[in-house]
């Protein structure tokens, strides 16, 4: 059995112009005790609505949540065995470090003693040992990363919401931190449900991939899923760069490049194409080199096929054969690669 269950979960708000959106538009989700499950979707889509309905700090029109089989809507918010690490952190800055992390259970009248442990195990579980006399606004970004983190499970919750917590942070410190939040999730083993924009970071972190698009579920799937089988258009061009190919039954696009297609559909389809799914080969589709970007050990190619058509990207290797800019080169793909679109 799931450890959290969202049912139906339907949110209307008023828009300023009078009228009325679906912030969540009927929203079905379990999460297994265990698992990191991460909401990924662009600015609007219910991300954060979904996740203060779980906390409580957000009623539903419709739907029902349940954890461990419980009807959590029946709870208040502060009874809930959830904790949430926000954006802004919101940590007061008047109180030391150690105080922060205690606070929770300092109002819910747990002794000093007591208290103190369980700080100090939060403190150590998230690598800040020895900081507790700390003031706040003597800690980096990332230590107060840290502290917020240390806050939200010192209660020891069975479900962890994260709504974009990293985003404050620089490339290098949110990458350690994102593998880190990973390890602390799995030596915990508890439930987290993470949010984020950056599909990247969704591929790194999660067990599942949530992909939201106004107020809806688009698709659910292990990160390889989401990235090899996108279920739509929306989810192919949302998770990393892709090719779309508008192709007729014989694997024909308008322009008349021909696709090998394994089980093609009678009518039109759309299919994807990842850029690291092309290689350069002898023969294949004809073009010509339109741009070149510079990634490190890989070179992204835009392609202009002779025939006309969209610009492909392909992945390439750089080194000191690769294709520069008004080279004609032809393009080869793995035909198993290709993969067609629902929607
Ligand atoms: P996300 O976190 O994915 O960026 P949100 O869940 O914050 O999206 O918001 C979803 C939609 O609901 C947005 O269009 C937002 O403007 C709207 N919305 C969220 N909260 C409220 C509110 N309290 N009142 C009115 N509209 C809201
Ligand atoms: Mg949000």
């Known amino acids: ?92 800055g008047h109180m030391s470090v150690a105080r922060n992390v205690g606070y929770a259970l300092e109002v819910r009248g ?21 900081l507790g006399a700390r003031a706040i606004g003597q800690l980096s970004g990332g230590q107060r990363q840290r502290v917020a983190l240390a806050r939200a499970i010192v209660a020891e919750p069975r479900l962890l919401l994260l709504d974009e917590p990293l985003s404050a942070l620089d490339r290098n410190l949110r ?21 984020t924009h950056d599909q990247e970071e969704a591929l790194t972190m999660s067990d599942r991939v949530v992909v939201m698009r106004k107020g809806r579920i688009e698709q659910i799937g292990p990160p390889r899923e989401i990235y090899r089988k996108p279920r739509t258009r ?22 008349g490049l ?22 350069l080969a002898e023969q294949g589709i004809a073009g010509v080199v339109t ?20 610009e492909l990207r392909v992945t390439a290797r750089d080194h000191a054969a690769a294709p520069v800019v008004g080279a004609e080169v032809h393009l080869g793909h793995d035909p198993e690669a290709l993969h067609l679109l629902e929607a």
């Not at 003693?113 to 939060?122: C, S």
């Not at 602390?184 to 949010?195: D, Y």
């Not at 559909?265 to 092309?278: N, Y």
């Not at 970007?293 to 002779?306: I, R, T």
Request: glycine share 10%; charged share 20%; with cysteine.
């Open 175 to 195: 990458q350690q931190m994102q593998l880190e939040l990973k390890a602390l999730q799995a030596r915990l083993g508890i439930a987290f449900v993470f949010v």
């Open 291 to 310: 741009k070149v970007v510079y990634l490190g050990a890989d070179l992204h190619l835009y392609v202009q096929p002779k025939v006309g058509g969209p």
């Open 234 to 255: 929306f989810v192919a061009e949302f998770i990393g760069e892709t090719n779309l190919f508008d192709l007729d039954a014989q694997g024909r696009t308008p322009e």
């Open 110 to 130: 747990m002794g000093r003693a007591a208290r103190q442990a369980r700080v100090d195990e939060a403190l150590e579980k998230v690598g800040l040992s020895g």
């Open 1 to 92: 059995m799931s450890l959290l269950s969202v049912r139906g979960a339907r949110r209307v708000f008023q828009t300023p112009e009078g009228g009325r959106l679906a912030a969540l538009d009927g929203v079905d989700l379990q999460v297994g005790a265990e698992e990191f499950v991460t909401l990924l979707g662009p600015s609007g889509c219910g991300k954060t609505t979904l996740l203060r309905a779980i906390s409580g700090f957000e009623a539903l029109d419709e739907g029902t949540i349940h954890l461990q089989g419980a009807d959590l809507l029946r709870l208040a918010p502060y009874r809930r065995p959830v904790n949430t690490v926000f954006q802004s952190y919101a940590l007061f």
């Open 258 to 279: 021909i696709f090998a297609v394994p089980n093609p559909p009678a009518a039109r389809f759309t299919a994807c194409l990842r850029p690291s799914d092309f290689h």
